[in-house]
Nanobody, 126 residues
């Protein structure tokens, strides 16, 4: 089992920044690819960014490219999402997720992630 706890969400004005953190425990963190997903009311939960086990490879949804940065610190069992130039359409609950298998590279499909945090609300006002 892997336990994931997100933090760092909140209310911010458009153009502002937030940094989300996800603390992992329970298994060898560096064995698993990680991802950040988000879900707005009435919408599907979609991937925002993903990162490989080593942190060398990353993936970003088109809607956040150039604004968001995913990173991880395997020594601290943590993954981060730096969000800059936030827009009202970024408003959602953000979830940290971990794969349960030792994949190579970045994973982008929701079905490939076995462990989820409880989510943290991000609200961007216009």
């Amino acid at each position: 089992q892997v336990q994931l706890v997100e933090s760092g969400g909140g209310l911010v004005q458009a153009g502002g920044s937030l940094r989300l953190s996800c603390a992992a425990s329970g298994r060898t963190f560096s064995n698993y690819a990680m991802g950040w997903f988000r879900q707005a009311p009435g919408k599907e939960r979609d991937i925002v960014a993903g990162i490989s086990r080593s942190g060398i490879s990353t993936y970003y949804a088109d809607s956040v490219k150039g604004r968001f940065t995913i990173s991880r610190d395997n020594a601290k069992n943590a993954v981060y999402l730096q969000m800059n130039s936030l827009k009202p359409e970024d408003t959602a609950v953000y979830y940290c997720a971990a794969t349960g298998r030792t994949y190579v590279g970045v994973r982008t499909s929701r079905s490939e992630y076995d462990y989820w945090g409880q989510g943290t609300q991000v609200t961007v006002s216009s």
